[in-house]
Each structure stands twice: as structure tokens, then as C-alpha cells.
């Protein structure tokens, strides 16, 4: 019987108030790791949203008379501009806060769109099963063989880049990942008991699929899809640094890093802020999705 369901007396199948994806990430909380990387996500999520407007200073206008100031923290006469400026005189705090705010959409949102599209095919895949299920899979196999920076070159390199190019783009690298979990996942649930006893009481394949298999999905994928936010990051991170990421005037961590490059031995401060933030979310990630891979291998293992 899958996790969070059972059968009544009457033999009607019926979700238990917390199924397995709540389980999982309430054991999770439970762990200082997990707390600890919400925390600092979430801090920079809010300073990322709120901060620029707090700092007053816009990330695109040009001063050429203030390039290149070392960061007011280090240097008091530099003040409002606590990390310093870049080599047009643009506050590169608030330039790195908004690279920040558009890697953390980029991620997130291309890993929610991996997961819906891989997890729909794959459980398509894994229930109905036959000629269908091969093509699915074999298709899946063709896309999987495709690295995502030889794909994201390839498309973004024919069409203009923005946010939302560069999530279908990885959408459509990173969903095979999804579809083999959910296959899996499928295959071993459909034969259950809790799903022969939905059949016979005339639920619907898509009721099915959507209201009994697809929450025990959640747990083995989980993980994957917390650390996939970091991979995407990064990735979105070295597109711009070889200037096929999302254009200028936005400002992204690859593309403030690859204007720093050329002024480090000067001006350190325009790739150090940034790589730091970038590093600082990634720790954040990972605390997160090490928390939930122990709290599922705990789960597998009955131990509370």
C-alpha cells in the first residue's frame, strides 16, 4: 500500500491526513541542517526582493565618476555603496541582489517545469505501459544523452536570450531525470491493493494517476529537485559569463563575474560579491537537500 493511504472498512481507498511528501519534509525540518539552509535561502530570497529598494541605488545607472569604489564597508568615504561599484560606476551590491533575485526564479521555476513535465510523462510511461510506455522511455533515453550546455549553446545561440528561453531550455534538458523516478515509482504502485480497490470502486486512470500514485513521487524526488535548483543556478550563472545568458542591461552573476574578470587585480570587489552570493545560496541548497536525502533514507529505513 502506497504511504499516506489506506483503505477503510467500506474498502474505499482514503489519503491519511499526512501523506508521504508531508512526512518527508516534516522530518526534515526537524534537523538543523535543513532549518539552517531554509534560513539562509530564505534571507537571501528577502534581500534579493527587498533590498535594492532599501539601498536606493539603481544596478543599470551609469557614474562614471564613482567607478571602481572600494566597498563603503572597508571604506567609510564610499558610503551608501557597501560593496564598492564596477568599472561604470553602477552599485554592484544591488546589481549582484537582482543577479540573485533572477537566478533564483531561473531555478526554481525551471525545476518546478522539469518536474511537472518529466513526472507527467514518466508515470504516462510507467500506468499505461506497451508500445506507449517504450516510445516515452526511448525518448527519454534520446534526451537524457544530450548535455544541457551543448543544448542551451545550441538553442541560445540561434535566439535572443531571456528568462523565459533560458528556463525552457532547461526544462527540456533536465525533465528525463524526472520521468525515469516517476516510471519507477509508477510501475511498483500501480500494483498495489489501494489502486485495484480505486479501480473497482470506478475512480478514473487520471484520478489514479493524480490523487493516489503521483504523491508518492514526491519523496524519492524531492532531494533531486532541491539540489537541481543549485545546478540550475550555476548553470544560468556560466551561460552569462560566456555571454549567451540573459542579456544586458539585466544584471546576472555570469555576467557582473565576466566584467570582473578583467579588473581583478584592481577592483576585486565586482567578482568577489557575487561568487559570494552565488556560493552562499548554493551552501544554503545543498544544507537543504542533504537534510532531505537523510530524512528519506530514514523514512525508507522506519526510523523516526
Not at 521555476?109 to 510511461?125: K, L, Q, R, T, W
Amino acid at each position: 500500500m502506497a504511504i499516506g493511504t489506506d483503505i477503510d472498512p467500506a474498502g474505499t481507498a482514503v489519503a491519511r491526513k499526512r501523506g508521504p511528501g508531508t512526512s518527508l519534509f516534516a522530518k526534515a525540518w526537524r534537523t538543523a541542517d535543513f532549518k539552517i539552509g531554509f534560513a539562509i535561502v530564505l534571507g537571501l530570497l528577502l534581500l534579493s526582493v527587498i533590498g535594492p529598494y532599501l539601498l536606493n541605488l539603481s544596478p543599470t545607472q551609469f557614474n562614471v565618476s564613482k567607478k571602481f569604489l572600494e566597498p563603503g564597508l572597508l571604506d567609510g568615504a564610499n558610503m551608501p555603496y557597501l560593496f564598492g561599484t564596477d568599472q561604470l560606476g553602477r552599485d554592484l551590491f544591488s546589481r549582484s541582489l537582482i543577479g540573485l533575485r533572477n537566478a533564483l526564479f531561473i531555478g526554481v521555476v525551471s525545476v518546478i517545469g522539469m518536474f511537472i513535465v518529466g513526472s507527467a510523462i514518466g508515470m504516462i510511461a510507467g500506468y499505461v505501459g506497451g508500445w506507449v510506455g517504450l516510445v516515452l522511455m526511448r525518448l527519454t533515453d534520446a534526451q537524457m544523452s544530450i548535455p544541457v550546455v551543448i543544448l542551451a549553446i545550441t538553442i541560445l545561440g540561434v535566439t535572443r536570450p531571456t528568462p523565459l528561453t533560458i528556463i525552457l531550455v532547461f526544462i527540456l534538458a533536465g525533465w528525463p531525470a524526472y520521468a525515469r523516478v516517476a516510471r519507477s515509482v509508477t510501475l511498483s504502485e500501480r500494483r498495489r491493493e489501494y489502486v485495484r480497490a480505486a479501480k473497482i470502486l470506478g475512480a478514473s486512470d487520471l484520478r489514479i494517476l493524480l490523487v493516489h500514485i503521483a504523491p508518492n513521487i514526491l519523496p524519492p524526488i524531492a532531494f533531486v529537485a532541491v539540489l537541481d535548483v543549485a545546478k540550475m543556478m550555476i548553470f544560468e550563472a556560466a551561460l552569462g559569463f560566456i555571454g549567451i545568458g540573459v542579456q544586458p542591461p539585466t544584471p546576472t552573476f555570469g555576467t557582473i563575474i565576466a566584467d570582473g574578470t578583467k579588473y581583478l587585480m584592481n577592483a576585486w570587489w565586482i567578482t568577489t560579491v557575487p561568487g559570494l552570493l552565488l556560493a552562499l545560496s548554493l551552501c544554503g541548497i545543498n544544507f537543504m537537500g542533504g537534510a532531505l536525502e537523510r530524512s528519506r533514507n530514514k523514512i525508507l529505513q522506519g526510523v523516526e
